[in-house]
């Protein structure tokens, strides 16, 4: 079984996430397109495995539609830990239970609309505490407040600023809105994999080449 780890504002909260991704999900939908259209080719990298382009990866209405489905799902208000999408998955956001702040469960929407989750996440404390509800509602935030709108535009600057041309998103990560956290659009060249370091309103902080 493969593991994920992932870690948000570790100084602060003292929070190291370990995704236990089963190789069968506790629920999935169809295999849908579920209207959230097609990647645009000029902006996302192809999917490695010849599939659709993720529409998540520059669409921001598509990401907006899919956490509404996700929410459905997972119950309302939607507070997630971290949210992300590549070329491969899709859409993959771990979501605070609503009604039990301390379980934390892993969604992924794929690039052909599938939604697949709940699926448990693992958290451990680096301090080697308790993990409580506290711990988590620290960490967790609305990902309605990310600049969605602006993900296509964020993603031509940031190919805009690589140099090269040929650029394209092949994936992005937030596991937080404070600036401290992480925030960064990743592509991929001919010649690079240049990296845009990125806030919550999707402004360019800075480039890495």
């Known amino acids: 079984m493969p593991v994920l780890l992932r870690h948000k504002a ?5 929070l190291l996430l370990a995704s236990l991704l089963a190789a069968c999900s506790d629920g999935s939908s169809g295999s849908s397109s579920g209207g959230y259209g097609q990647g645009d080719p000029k ?6 495995g010849g ?10 209405q598509a990401v907006m539609k899919a956490l509404n489905a996700i929410a459905e799902k997972s119950g309302r208000p939607l507070k997630v830990t971290t949210i992300g999408a590549d070329g491969v998955n899709g859409l993959m956001v771990d979501v605070q239970e609503p009604k039990n702040h301390v379980n934390v469960d892993h969604y992924v929407v794929a690039p052909d609309g599938t939604i697949t989750g709940p699926t448990p996440v693992k958290m451990m404390s680096m301090d080697n505490g ?3 509800a ?6 967790a935030f609305d990902p309605n407040a990310i600049a969605f709108a602006k993900l296509a535009a964020t993603a031509r600057a940031a190919i805009a600023k690589s140099g090269d041309a040929d650029a394209r998103v092949t994936q992005w990560e937030i596991n937080g809105l404070d600036k401290d956290d992480r925030h960064f659009m990743y592509l991929e060249s001919a010649r690079s994999r240049p990296a845009a370091n990125i806030d919550a309103q999707l402004n360019i902080i800075g480039m890495s080449y």
């Open 51 to 60: 599939g659709t382009i993720d529409p998540f990866l520059t669409d921001g």
């Open 134 to 139: 506290a711990k988590i509602d620290a960490q």
């Open 10 to 14: 570790a100084v602060t909260f003292g």
């Open 43 to 48: 902006l996302a990298a192809p999917n490695p």
């Open 130 to 132: 308790p993990v409580t």
